[in-house]
């Protein structure tokens, strides 16, 4: 099992930035993939940004140029770093980890932008 923490949501004005966390702990395998995906009222759950343990890097086009997502293997960590943020951007946000066929998902963090 793996256990995932986030952090860093909150309330935040058009334009403005919030640096998201997620903290994963439990049987965690070297090769993974960690992610960060969203949720809005009425909709699906969709891909916001995707990081391999080797780094590369996989985004949604809504986000591009705008998010960064990068992680600290040494923690077991995941960052999801959001600048010009756009009301369009507000949802819940969950962390996501998948390792050897199996998904794992946080609790999920509330980003409101609005101003």
């Known amino acids: 099992q793996v256990q995932l923490v986030e952090s860093g949501g909150g309330l935040v004005q058009p334009g403005g930035s919030l640096r998201l966390s997620c903290a994963a702990s439990?049987?965690?395998?070297?090769?993974?993939?960690m992610g960060w995906y969203r949720q809005a009222p009425g909709k699906q759950r969709e891909l916001v940004a995707k990081i391999t343990s080797g780094g590369s890097t996989n985004y949604a086009d809504s986000v591009k140029g705008r998010f960064t997502i990068s992680r600290d293997n040494a923690k077991n960590t995941v960052y999801l770093q959001m600048n010009s943020l756009k009301p369009e951007d507000t949802a819940v946000y969950y962390c996501?980890?998948?390792?050897?066929?199996?998904?794992?998902w946080g609790q999920g963090t509330q980003v409101t932008v609005s101003s």
């Open positions: 996501n980890e998948q390792q050897a066929g199996f998904g794992f």
């Open positions: 439990g049987s965690i395998l070297r090769i993974n993939i």
